[in-house]
């Protein structure tokens, strides 16, 4: 059974800090992109972070809300994706998700082309 575990989350203060941890059973993350998403109370899902598999570098990509202050990253060995959250905001607030996508293809942010998905952890951005 392939299944995606997000863990992480929690509350923290604005200007602080929090690392999410995706993890793999079931299947090895090594060939997979594995993108980040969030969606907060009464809004669109959103595209936080990517980053690719070894086949395309491991490149990595942000939106523009969290260049600068979040940091995608795999440990392959571990099956584990983080996603280190600095300098948080109140509007960083959301649920946030990690996905699963095999193609590789773009754009990262398409939620749709993502095979397998987390439950989601909380986080909170208190003022």
């Known amino acids: 059974q392939l299944q995606l575990v997000e863990s992480g989350g929690g509350l923290v203060q604005s200007g602080g800090s929090l690392r999410l941890s995706c993890a793999a059973s079931g299947f090895s993350l090594a060939y997979y992109a594995i993108g980040w998403f969030r969606q907060a109370p009464g809004k669109e899902r959103e595209g936080v972070a990517c980053?690719?598999?070894?086949?395309?570098?491991?490149?990595?990509y942000y939106a523009d809300s969290v260049k600068g202050r979040f940091t995608v990253s795999r440990d392959d060995a571990k099956n584990t994706v983080y996603l280190q959250m600095n300098s948080l905001k109140p509007e960083d607030t959301a649920i946030y998700y990690c996905a699963a996508d095999t193609q590789e293809s773009p754009p990262w942010w398409y939620g749709a082309k993502y095979e397998n998905w987390g439950q989601g952890t909380q986080v909170t951005v208190s003022s």
């Open positions: 980053i690719m598999s070894v086949r395309e570098d491991e490149r990595t």
